[in-house]
């Protein structure tokens, strides 16, 4: 075998220098002496300044009113940019449903919307005012998961969607000065007789047995017809004609008005002034809800209160154990609103504020309410705790009736409180009606 020649050799040496050479021509290298510039942090532009409005019923007398006011200026000292105009009114003043509905309607929607679900909804969820809050929430999994699940369920609407997020539930009953009836030797009425009983022997003393309105007769209504015709029936409203069961509702409260139970002017007065003449000792028991112990001036009363399941009305099918109550009412984000990408997330950061476990037990500890997210509430008062334990011990707990019919035909069943306890009209005429309008309502 010949041996390559030298120069041969030479040339291939020099040929693999160069592919050596040309192979290191990608490589970059760095200058240890150079050393990389840091970029500078982009400067975050200025939030743009955003003004929200809020309206619900944290107004007037309410106990909640200046925790509610707290939760919202916690909520601008952490937002600057973010000015909320609280817009409020008593619920106690019928005047509220009508501005909710007349803003809804014509343009002038706030951006949160506090108010109850159900059929007082109706109107503006058809309408589409309001915005569907499921998405929202499955996309907040912490938030969804701080309230209870059926604080969340009770607000859904007709359609399956959930518009209103709750903040505190309720209760209502028969609240009762335990102290006036020891002094007169009465047993608390838990039954009919005993009712009869209590409401005879006060009225002869001169002490109001029952502290109740005839116009803004609300829960007597509700807790007359849920004793007299039972949960189910009290469920279908007026959908399925008029149950002869809601009569013995209205022949009951004639029965308690021949005996005296009434203010002598309960025709005149209204919420406000029920809560006063049971608040101040001079009236034995009141129909009220959660919300009512802040209203009572009198400590010895609040001291001396217990909640009680209203008694079975003659002839009636409830139970003796069954309720009203549940979570009737929430935030609602206005459709408005959701589209102006200038208002959207921060009114709904503010909605995940005033419902965020901190501020529901807040609100919850202030207006004695059942609060919708999973929190613990101390320091209540006892009479507050009796209503607690009434609520869990019941045998049901229902939606009041006027969330399963239109409003109209409710303030026909308030209306006729006053005419069948004076005998100007009977039970059944009185109902009739009150489906007369419902009907009409529905055309």
């Known amino acids: 075998m010949k041996r390559p020649s030298l120069v041969l050799m030479s040339m291939l040496l020099i040929f693999s220098m160069f592919l050596a050479a040309c192979g290191g021509t990608n490589e970059v290298k760095n200058d240890p002496k150079e050393t990389p510039k840091a970029e500078e942090p982009k ?32 909520f601008t000292t952490k937002n600057p940019n973010v000015k909320v105009d609280n817009d409020t009114m008593s619920a106690n003043d019928d005047g509220f449903r009508t501005k909710v509905n007349t803003d809804m309607s014509s343009g002038n929607e706030p951006d949160l919307l506090f108010y109850f679900a159900g059929v007082d909804a109706q109107g503006f969820v058809d309408a589409g005012k309001v915005v569907p809050m499921n998405d929202i929430l499955d996309a907040d999994a912490e938030w969804k998961a701080g309230f209870t699940p059926s604080a969340l369920e009770n607000t859904r609407q007709k359609d399956g969607n959930i518009y209103a997020i709750p903040l505190t539930g309720f209760y209502e009953g028969l609240f009762v000065n ?14 009919w007789e005993k009712m009869k009983k209590a409401v ?27 004793s007299a015709a039972g949960p189910e029936s009290q469920a279908k409203g007026l959908a399925d004609g008029v149950d002869p069961n809601w009569e013995k509702g209205y022949a009951a409260m004639k029965e308690l008005y021949d005996l005296g139970a009434f203010p002598k002017d309960a025709a005149t007065i209204d919420l406000g002034m029920a809560s006063n003449y049971y608040g101040t000792g001079k009236a034995a028991m009141i129909l009220e809800g959660s919300w009512a112990f802040g209203g009572f001036a009198d400590a010895a009363v609040k001291d001396n209160t217990t909640v009680i399941p209203f008694p079975v009305v003659p002839g009636g099918v409830g139970s003796g154990n069954d309720i009203i109550g549940g979570f009737g009412s929430g935030f609602y984000l206005t459709k408005a609103t959701f589209d102006n990408a200038d208002k959207k997330d921060a009114a709904i950061a503010l909605m995940k504020h005033l419902t965020s476990p901190a501020t529901i037990q807040k609100i919850a500890v202030a207006n004695g309410g059942t609060p919708a997210a999973k929190v613990e509430i101390t320091g209540l008062a006892q009479a507050a705790m009796d209503g607690f334990a009434m609520a869990a011990n019941s ?29 100007k009209k009977s039970p059944a005429d009185a109902l009739k009606e009150a489906k007369t309008i419902e009907d009409e309502n529905k055309k």
């Open 43 to 74: 400067k975050e532009e200025p939030k743009k300044d955003v003004a929200l409005r809020v309206f619900s019923t944290f107004g007037g007398t309410d106990t909640a009113r200046e925790a509610f006011q707290a939760a919202i200026d916690e």
């Open 200 to 226: 005879s022997t006060f009225a002869a003393k001169g002490i109001i047995p029952l502290a109740a309105p005839f116009d803004q007769s609300h829960y007597v209504v509700e807790h007359f017809i849920l």
């Open 178 to 191: 335990k102290k006036l009836f020891a002094d007169n030797n009465l047993e608390l009425p838990t039954d």
């Open 395 to 423: 045998k049901s707990i229902n939606n009041p009736v006027d969330s399963r019919i239109a409003p109209e035909t409710f303030s026909a069943l308030r209306a006729g409180v006053q005419q069948v306890v004076t005998g």
